[in-house]
């Protein structure tokens, strides 16, 4: 069974910083691109970055620059460090493997003063 443990959301004041883990099971994670999304109180999820076999990384182009995603193979985890965090960046946030159909619950992060 596929699932996705995400942690680490909080309540941060403009311009702090969160780390945000994902704790995968059921997939062969080495093996696997991984994804952070978030999804904004009435608006669609939206993909913030990804991070395939090899390290390699992408983001969108809100968060290029402040953010950045890390695996740890060993311990099935994908990490999303978010500096320099903006009232824009509240959601929730969520981990997925490209076309995964199987969600976490989240974890909600709330930017504001």
């Known amino acids: 069974q596929v699932q996705f443990v995400e942690s680490g959301g909080g309540l941060v004041q403009p311009g702090g910083s969160l780390r945000l883990s994902c704790v995968a099971s059921?997939?062969?994670?080495?093996?696997?691109?991984m994804r952070w999304y978030r999804q904004a109180p009435g608006k669609q999820r939206e993909l913030v970055g990804s991070i395939d076999i090899a390290t390699r990384t992408n983001y969108a182009d809100s968060v290029k620059g402040r953010f950045t995603i890390s695996r740890d193979n060993a311990k099935n985890t994908v990490y999303l460090q978010m500096n320099s965090l903006k009232p824009e960046d509240t959601a929730v946030y969520y981990c997925?493997?490209?076309?995964?159909?199987?969600w976490g619950q989240g974890t909600q992060v709330t930017v504001s003063s």
């Open positions: 997925n493997r490209p076309g995964g159909q199987a």
């Open positions: 059921g997939i062969i994670f080495r093996f696997s691109t």
